[in-house]
């Protein structure tokens, strides 16, 4: 028989606001922390419990048992004034978690509104001033060690720079404005890490950072996403922020292991791990490679470029499902292992095809194309 309080608890889950979790956003929440007031899921109930009862107090809506004076106070509350009080000052820079985003992320947005109460006193947010530094762990370029490296963001400079040496010059400066960051826990081995991606003398690198602490991580990534949005404000001064915000930092559409061939049918099958970064298809020989072996650019459908999907045999065992990437210079014959996973990766290229291009896109694109045309160059005169 369900008790009169549960009843209640019950009622105002119906509420506005109240049937999805305060913190990700995930729906039908059965947990709730009765000293803030709010409704949450069962991860984030997690993160709570974790902060200590002094900070939060979690149960379960039906598995435990409440007392009048906290169903009340769940009444007095509920998700959407919380939310009004504890993000109330949230910076528009600052990444606000969904339910499938990495676990370092949803902890520390819990931890900043209610732990450090960082969008209440908004001179707690370090990573807004434009300037940071400190110590990372870096992988090597050419092995897998990591080291730890001083890192420097300047917004002024526009750049990031790490060194080997903390008093000597720096060993890579890499520019904000075209820099693009990402969590990447589940490839690099560690819940605390990111992946950084940027332009180095017309290709593509990839920098793979941690750090034990994930405040520390999560404050780089903020900075980071900060520094790149003042620098948006500033090349482009009309532009509503809000317009702004979306070209900030985002994770990888997609990764994972595809076949690739030539455009021969005597070509073979390569296993080669891809990732879409906005508009760049890459592949690499390994997940943690430093730099690509090649780079496809999306572009518009209206500049000619598609996806054709081939359901016939490709002499492949392992590639049993084909698809294509026509671009204007060339095709490009890919495949997946499952018939699901071909279907996630037409989904998110049909999205990046039929998505307007930006200026930054109109850039990236003729960075590649000049290498590509560089790269012919080479070849033919070199004969191979």
């Known amino acids: 028989m369900v008790d009169h309080n549960e009843k209640l608890l019950q009622e105002l889950l119906k509420k506005s606001g109240n049937n999805v979790c305060a913190d990700c956003g995930s729906e039908d929440p059965d947990w709730a922390s009765y000293n803030l007031g709010i409704f949450i899921c069962m991860r984030c109930a997690s993160i709570h419990r974790s902060m200590g009862a002094h900070i939060s107090k979690v149960k379960h809506l039906e598995l435990d048992r ?35 985003d990495p676990q370092v992320l949803i902890e520390q947005w819990i931890r900043a509104k209610y732990e450090r109460e960082e969008f209440c006193h908004p001179e707690r947010q370090n990573y807004l001033s434009g300037y940071m530094e400190g110590f ?31 008093n000597k010059e720096p060993k890579g ?57 003042h620098l948006l404000q500033v090349a482009f001064p009309s532009t509503p922020q809000s317009d702004l915000v979306l070209r900030l930092p985002k994770d990888f559409a997609r990764e994972g292991w595809l076949w690739k061939t030539g455009p021969r049918s005597s070509d073979a099958h390569r296993r080669r791990w891809f990732t879409l970064d906005n508009r760049k298809l890459m592949y690499h020989d390994e ?27 490709n002499g492949c065992k392992e590639a049993r499902f084909p698809f294509h990437v026509v671009t204007p210079e060339r095709t490009y ?22 998505r307007p291009l930006t200026p930054q896109d109109s850039s990236i694109e003729a960075t590649l194309v000049r290498k590509r045309t560089s790269s012919n160059s080479i070849s033919i005169f070199s004969g191979r």
């Not at 509350?77 to 339910?99: F, H, I, L, S, W």
């Not at 081995?189 to 990839?206: E, V, Y």
């Not at 490679?289 to 016939?312: L, Q, R, W």
């Not at 014959?333 to 039929?354: F, G, M, P």
Request: overall charge positive.
């Open 66 to 100: 409440w007392e009048d004076s906290q169903v009340q106070r769940m009444k007095e509350v509920g998700n959407t004034a919380a939310k009004n009080k504890y993000e109330e000052r949230v910076p528009p820079c600052y990444r606000r978690p969904t339910k499938n």
């Open 333 to 354: 014959s890919l495949a997946a292992t499952t018939h699901e996973d071909r279907a996630c990766w037409l989904a998110v290229i049909q999205q990046t095809i039929k």
């Open 173 to 229: 400066v890499l520019r904000l404005s075209e820099l693009n960051v990402a969590f990447a826990p589940a490839k690099i081995g560690h819940m605390n890490s990111m992946q950084l991606t940027f332009m180095k003398d017309g290709s593509t690198r990839h920098i793979y950072v941690y750090h034990e602490d994930p405040e520390v991580i999560n404050y780089w990534y903020m900075a980071i996403r900060c520094a790149k949005l």
């Open 287 to 313: 997940p943690l490679d430093a730099y690509p072996k090649g780079e496809i650019f999306i572009g518009h459908e209206s500049n000619g470029y598609c996806i054709k999907v081939s359901n016939t045999g």
């Open 136 to 166: 990372l762990m870096k992988r090597g370029k050419e092995d897998s060690r990591y080291q730890r490296r001083k890192f420097v963001l300047n917004e002024n400079e526009d750049t990031l720079k790490y060194h080997v040496k903390e």
